[in-house]
Each structure stands twice: as C-alpha cells, then as structure tokens.
C-alpha cells in the first residue's frame, strides 16, 4: 500500500524555520517526482515545489522562492520542505504528494498533511 | 505561469442532479488537466486525469473532457457522497497550478 507520512510541522514564530519531512512506502520513491502543495485555512490548494526523481529539476512558487528549499533522499525514501524566513502568510496545510507520469502528469497519492501554523 | 480559473466557485444542487464544473487555462495546455475531489478535513483524491482518464476505483459517473483552454467535469446522479469541493490542475507547466476550486453543496 502507497503511504506518504509527513511530519515536522507546529506552531513557529514569525521569521523563524521549520522542516517537513515526507516519508514513503508501499512502492519505489527514488523513480517519483514528487511536489509539495499548500492550503490555507479556508482556502484552496496552492502548488508549492517540485523535485525530480533524482532531484535534477527543481522549481518552486514565487511567493516561497528563496524562502524555501525542497529536496530528497532516496536511500531514506524521503523527501523534505526547509522553510526559512516564515510569514503568516504561511500558515498552512502542507501536503506531500507523488506524480505519477506514465500517461501525463498527475498527483496519485498523497500525504496526510500537517499544520504549520505561523503566529507569534 | 499557467493561470486556472474555475467557474462556478460554488453550487447547490439536488441528489440525482447532473452537475458540471469547468475550468480554463490562460494558454493552451494540450490535454494536460487534472481533477480532484477534496472533503473537509482529509487531502485531495484524484479523480479525473489528462483531461478525461478516470483513476481507478472512481465511479463512473464522474467524467471530464475538453483540450486546449476549455474542460469540464460532470458529475452525473449526484450522490451524497459527492459533496465536496473539486479542483482542477494543470500540468502542462512545470509548476502544477490549481483553479480556485468548485464547492458543491446540497440544495
């Protein structure tokens, strides 16, 4: 069974970091691109970043580019979130999810999703 | 980048009811678009991929189509479990861009 496990988020004061972490199982991570998607409370979904199987490719939203940084481990199945500089415009539910790309570019499967929530 | 604009943002509507949802992109995104189901509390489930593939294990009732800017997702009987809010994405970009979102509620 394909289970994405994230974890690292909470409660983090204003210019302050914090780290998710996405942990895989059930199928073979190291050959997935995988993306991290945000919501706001109340809000729709917003796309985040995006890295590449073997983290070659690498691209973010404007509104996190230089405040963020995605990246991976294959050998740990996991793939990572460092945010730096948050804002409350952060505060969000972060979501882990996989492509899949046989036929196109989709989200398959995806994580629970964890809360950070950025306040002082 | 790829701007997605749902339309409506939301609808009331009857158990049994067909209802449609659709979606333009600011360019031509080819057959690249992606529909998903989200209910309060839990992640988005794929429903409809590369405009018109049904995920496995969705029902039948739930189709989409279109190409280039314009696509639809029609729901057709809806059931009480319908109601949610859907999404459409693009991925033609490399930055997967989502539509604002269709909350569908019960009449």
């Known amino acids: 069974e394909v289970q994405l496990l994230t974890s690292g988020g909470g409660l983090v004061r204003p210019g302050g970091s914090l780290r998710l972490s996405c942990t895989a199982s059930?199928?073979?991570?190291?050959?997935?691109?995988m993306h991290w998607v945000r919501q706001a409370p109340g809000k729709g979904l917003e796309w985040v970043s995006y890295?590449?199987?073997?983290?070659?490719?690498?691209e973010y939203a404007d509104s996190v580019k230089g405040r963020f940084t995605v990246s991976r481990d294959n050998a740990k199945k996991s793939l990572y979130l460092q945010m730096d500089n948050l804002g409350a415009e952060d505060t969000a539910v972060y979501y882990c999810?996989?492509?899949?790309?046989?036929?196109?570019?989709?989200?398959?499967?995806w994580g629970h999703g964890i809360l950070v929530t950025v306040s002082s | 980048d790829i701007q997605m604009a749902q339309s409506p943002s939301s609808l009331s509507a009857s158990v049994g009811d067909t209802v449609t949802i659709t979606c333009r992109a600011s360019?031509?995104?080819?057959?690249?678009l992606n529909w998903y189901q989200q209910k309060p509390g839990t992640a988005p489930k794929l429903l409809i991929y590369v405009a018109s593939g049904v995920q496995s294990g969705v029902p039948s009732r739930f189709s989409g189509s279109g190409s280039g800017t314009d696509f639809t997702l029609t729901i057709s009987s809806l059931q009480p479990e319908d109601f949610a809010t859907y999404y459409c994405q693009q991925s033609y970009g490399t930055r997967r861009s989502f539509g604002g979102g269709t909350k569908v509620e019960i009449k």
């Open positions: 999810a996989r492509e899949a790309g046989d036929s196109g570019f989709y989200f398959d499967y």
């Open positions: 360019q031509n995104i080819d057959r690249y």
């Open positions: 059930g199928f073979t991570f190291s050959t997935y691109n």
């Open positions: 890295i590449t199987s073997g983290s070659s490719y690498i």
